[in-house]
């Protein structure tokens, strides 16, 4: 059974451009989290949707990001333009639901390099 | 506003000795509670999780958590450390009655040496 699926693994570009991260949820699971995690800040939320709904998306550092869900099973996260400082691990995550006990399943993650 | 404190970001136990990391968690209404365990370059992965049935939770490779209400607390134990335990461990809470968003302490690194 296939887990999170994320693409690409591993992201090295320049600043000032754009970069689409992409996740394959594990099917049927309904919820859908984007996590950031650096040396300095650890993980952190940025969005996460609900049957392909955004409901919390508190955590996008600024305009320059953004996320879709167009279906239940992709969902990218762009960040244009790109700057040195968004240089970080990004995870994917699904669970089938998003009740209080429901597990996360966390994807491999693409490690991102803005130089 | 909820929060989880790991103490020690480096643990380093020898192969065969008790593993002992700790979490620490502040929340207004009754937490559900989850450790993750992370090897390097992978995703992480759920080792155990709290979900109020009972206390002591046993997980996948060993380990088990106690949830202590009195101290705030969830540490995860493993009595006899292997080479391949060697990972960084987060804890993570989620509100009781909320939906969605776990926060994750800042993690342990744990290393075992031979």
């Known amino acids: 059974d296939a887990g999170v699926i994320q693409s690409p693994r591993h992201e090295v570009t320049e600043m000032g451009q754009e970069v689409t991260l992409r996740c394959k949820p594990i099917s049927g699971h309904n919820s859908l989290f984007w996590y950031r995690q650096t040396m300095m800040r650890g993980l952190e939320l940025l969005i996460y949707f609900n049957n392909n709904v955004p409901i919390d998306d508190s955590g996008m550092p600024e305009d320059r990001f953004s996320a879709k869900m167009p279906n239940a099973s992709f969902s990218t996260l762009k960040i244009q333009p790109s700057e040195p400082r968004d240089s970080a691990v990004y995870f994917c995550?699904?669970?089938?639901?998003?009740?209080?006990?429901?597990?996360?399943?966390f994807g491999p993650g693409t490690r991102l390099t803005v130089l | 506003a909820q929060s989880v404190t790991q103490l020690g970001s480096h643990v380093s136990v020898s192969e065969g000795a008790l593993v002992l990391l700790r979490c620490n968690y502040s929340s207004s209404v009754p937490p559900y509670l989850f450790w993750y365990v992370q090897y390097p370059n992978q995703g992480l992965q759920l080792l155990l999780k709290y979900t109020s049935a009972a206390t002591l939770v046993k997980g996948i490779n060993g380990f088990e958590a106690e949830f202590k209400k009195s101290e705030t607390s969830f540490h995860l134990t493993k009595p006899s450390a292997h080479m391949s335990d060697a990972a960084e461990y987060f804890c993570a809470v989620r509100p009781g009655g909320s939906q969605g968003n776990l926060i994750f302490g800042k993690g342990t690194k744990l290393s075992v040496k031979p």
């Open positions: 995550a699904s669970s089938i639901g998003q009740g209080p006990t429901d597990t996360q399943y």
